[in-house]
């Protein structure tokens, strides 16, 4: 990966993750825009591929 960012400097790399509680069933899901530092996140009930589509 460290290489092939390196060739293509200009590449808009977008990480995604997510964080489950241990008291609830919600779910963080987070994006992180690695050029700008920029990171957004969004809290859903649960983790269901259906909520998560509109993302």
């Known amino acids: 990966m460290v290489k092939f960012t390196e060739a293509n400097p200009n590449i808009l790399i977008i990480e995604m993750d997510s964080v489950h509680s241990t008291r609830s069933d919600k779910v963080l899901l987070t994006l992180l825009f690695r050029n700008c530092s920029l990171m957004i996140a969004f809290l859903h009930a ?6 998560l589509s509109f993302v």
């Open 46 to 51: 649960t983790i269901k591929q259906t909520e």
